[in-house]
C-alpha cells in the first residue's frame, strides 16, 4: 500500500514537474523568443503591415482593402445606397459574407467570397441585362455599367470592352486590398478630373505605384489602392 502510494506520489510529482517546464518553456520562453525575432526581423509585419501618412498617422494595413464612399445623407437608412467618393481611386467591390456599422472604411464583417458560381443568373451561359436581380450577373451588369459611367469624362469615354474583372466582382476574400495596373489605369482621367490634376501627372502616380509580380513569377502586378489614394492626396496639396 505504501508501494503504491509512493510511486503515485511520484508520478503526480513528474507530471507537475514536466507540466510546470512546458508552461515556461512552450507558453513564456517559446513566444518571447518568436515575437522577439519577429519585431526585430519583420517589424513592419508583425505589427499589421500598417500604412501612414506624412504626418505620422496610422491610415491603414496594405493587406486590409478600404472603400472611399460619400457620407449617407442619412446614417441611420439601411437602405440608402452608398455612393463613391469619385474623386479617389475606387477599389475592388466589397460583396463578402457579411456586414457590420462598426467599421465604416469596409463593410465586411467576414472574410470571404459571394460563394455564387460564375454563371448564378446567367440566361443561355451569358450574363446579359435580364439577370435575375439578386444574382451574380445583376451585380457584374449593375457594377460594369457603373464604372462605365463613373470613369468616363468629357474628353474620355470608357468602352465595356476596357472593363476589367477585378473592378466588376470581388476577391476570394472580399478584403482586397489590391487592383489591378488596368482598373488603375481605366480611373486615371477621372481622378485627375475630379483633382484638378494634369492626366500625365496621375498616369506617372499609378506607374510609380504598380507593383511586379513577388519573386517574378508569382501573382500578377498590382496597385495597393490606400498607398495610392495617399499618394494622390499629397499630389493634391502640392
Not at 27 to 41: D, K, M, N, R, S
Amino acid at each position: 500500500m505504501n508501494n503504491s502510494v509512493g510511486n503515485t506520489a511520484r508520478l503526480i510529482g513528474a507530471g507537475l514537474r514536466a507540466l510546470l517546464v512546458l508552461t515556461v518553456i512552450c507558453g513564456v520562453i517559446y513566444p518571447l523568443a518568436v515575437t522577439g525575432i519577429a519585431q526585430a526581423a519583420f517589424n513592419d509585419k508583425a505589427n499589421g503591415s500598417e500604412i501612414k501618412d506624412k504626418s505620422g498617422q496610422v491610415v491603414g494595413s496594405s493587406l486590409i482593402g478600404q472603400t472611399y464612399s460619400l457620407p449617407k445623407k442619412d446614417p441611420d437608412d439601411a437602405e440608402e445606397a452608398v455612393k463613391p467618393d469619385l474623386k479617389w481611386f475606387q477599389p475592388r467591390p466589397s460583396n463578402g459574407l457579411g456586414s457590420n456599422s462598426v467599421n465604416t472604411q469596409y463593410s465586411l464583417i467576414l472574410s470571404g467570397a459571394t460563394n455564387r458560381s460564375a454563371d448564378n443568373g446567367a440566361i443561355n451561359g451569358k450574363c446579359t441585362d435580364q439577370a435575375e436581380e439578386g444574382t451574380l450577373c445583376a451585380q457584374v451588369i449593375a457594377a460594369k455599367d457603373a464604372v462605365i459611367a463613373d470613369n468616363s469624362t468629357a474628353g474620355y469615354t470608357v468602352k465595356p470592352e476596357d472593363v476589367p474583372a477585378d473592378a466588376v466582382t470581388s476577391s476570394g476574400s472580399g478584403l482586397d486590398p489590391d487592383i489591378s495596373p488596368e482598373y488603375a489605369k481605366l480611373q486615371i482621367h477621372r481622378v485627375a478630373e475630379q483633382n484638378k490634376l494634369d492626366v500625365q501627372q496621375v498616369e506617372k502616380l499609378v506607374a510609380d505605384h504598380t507593383e511586379g509580380r513577388t519573386l517574378g513569377f508569382m501573382g500578377e502586378p498590382r496597385v495597393n489602392v490606400l498607398e495610392l489614394n495617399i499618394a494622390l492626396k499629397a499630389l493634391s496639396k502640392s
